[in-house]
C-alpha cells in the first residue's frame, strides 16, 4: 500500500501561483511513478502532469503546459505540482497518484485532494 496526502491548495487571484506538494508513504517511494490529476465540479478527473520514478522524463496536459511544473525529491517521499500563471478554469480538487506503471491514467493509488480555488 502507497498512502498520499497532498497540501498547500487554497484560493488565489488569477495570475497567481501555488504550489501543491503529494507527501508518500507506505512503500518505496521512488519506484512509483507519479502523477497529478484534477476534477472540476460537474466534469471528469482529468489528467495534469506526471513524472517517471527517477524524475527524468515529465508529461504535461496541453492545458497547463509552460504554466505548470512537476517535480519530485525522492530523498522526502514527495511530489511537487507549481502552478503558475492560475486561472479561474484551473479551479478544481488536485489529486496525486502513484503507480509503478502508470502514465496518463490507470493509477493505483490516490490522494485524497486539495481544493485549489482561483478567483477572477
Known amino acids: 500500500q502507497v498512502q498520499l496526502v497532498e497540501s498547500g491548495g487554497g484560493l488565489v487571484q488569477a495570475g497567481g501561483s501555488l504550489r501543491l506538494s503529494c507527501a508518500a508513504s507506505?512503500?518505496?517511494?521512488?519506484?512509483?511513478?507519479m502523477g497529478w490529476f484534477r476534477q472540476a465540479p460537474g466534469k471528469e478527473r482529468d489528467f495534469v502532469a506526471a513524472?517517471?520514478?527517477?524524475?527524468?522524463?515529465?508529461a504535461y496536459a496541453d492545458s497547463v503546459k509552460g504554466r505548470f511544473t512537476i517535480s519530485r525529491d525522492n530523498a522526502k517521499n514527495t511530489v511537487y505540482l507549481q502552478m503558475n500563471s492560475l486561472k479561474p478554469e484551473d479551479t478544481a480538487v488536485y489529486y496525486c497518484?502513484?503507480?509503478?506503471?502508470?502514465?496518463?491514467?490507470?493509477?493505483?493509488?490516490w490522494g485524497q485532494g486539495t481544493q485549489v480555488t482561483v478567483s477572477s
Open positions: 513524472i517517471s520514478y527517477t524524475g527524468s522524463i515529465t
Open positions: 507506505g512503500r518505496t517511494f521512488s519506484n512509483y511513478h
Open positions: 497518484a502513484a503507480d509503478t506503471t502508470a502514465w496518463r491514467n490507470n493509477y493505483r493509488y
